[in-house]
Each structure stands twice: as C-alpha cells, then as structure tokens.
C-alpha cells in the first residue's frame, strides 16, 4: 500500500522556521518526482515546491522562493521542506504528494498521483 506520511507541522511566529518531513513506502521512491502542496481555508491547493528523480531539479512558487528548500534522502524515502522566513500568509495545510509518472508541470497538483493526509502549519503575526 501507497503510504505518504507529513510531519513537522506546528504553530510559529512569523520570522520562524519550520522544517516538514514526508516519509513514503509502497512505491519507488528514487523513481518518484515529489512535492510539496498547501492549501488555506477557502482557497485552491498551491503548488509549493517540487524535487525531480531526474537529475534532483527543484522548482518553487514564487511566493516561496528563497524561504523554503525541498529536499529528499533516498535513502530513508523521505523528502523534506525546510521553511524560513515564516509569514502568516504561509498558514496552510501541507501536504506531501507523489508522481510515479514523470511530471511536465512540477506545481501542479494534477500531476501527482500519491498524496499524504497533511500537515498544519499556522504562523502567527
């Protein structure tokens, strides 16, 4: 079975940092493209970060580019976001995803296949 596990969520304030994890198992994780969604009360799922399999090219939304790092340990199939530079804009849901077929829009949540149940993140003015 397909399991996709966030973690690391928490209240901060802004200014803060806060690094997700998503542990994965029932599928190849070194073949995967994974990335990193959110999505706020009354508004759409955002595309947050991405790392691809091929070659670990990472893609960002503007509005966290430079705050935030997508990362991934092969070894222990597990992609992480490091976030810093918290605002209260960034108050979200997070949410891990997967795409076991190779994705054309990194940031888009209808290429990935696989999802987690989500992570909460509140930054605090």
């Known amino acids: 079975e397909v399991q996709l596990l966030e973690s690391g969520g928490g209240s901060v304030q802004a200014g803060g940092s806060l690094t997700l994890s998503c542990t994965t198992s029932?599928?190849?994780?070194?073949?995967?493209?994974m990335g990193w969604f959110r999505q706020a009360p009354g508004k759409g799922r955002e595309g947050v970060a991405a790392i691809y399999t091929d070659g670990g090219r990472t893609y960002y939304a503007d509005s966290v580019k430079g705050r935030f790092a997508i990362s991934q340990d092969n070894a222990e199939n597990t992609v992480y976001l490091q976030m810093n530079s918290l605002r209260p804009e960034d108050t979200a849901m997070y949410y891990c995803?997967?795409?076991?077929?190779?994705?054309?829009?990194?940031?888009?949540?209808?290429?990935?296949?696989?999802w987690g149940q989500g992570t909460q993140v509140t930054v605090s003015s």
């Open positions: 029932g599928f190849t994780f070194d073949d995967a493209d």
């Open positions: 995803a997967a795409a076991t077929s190779p994705v054309i829009a990194a940031l888009w949540p209808s290429e990935y296949n696989y």
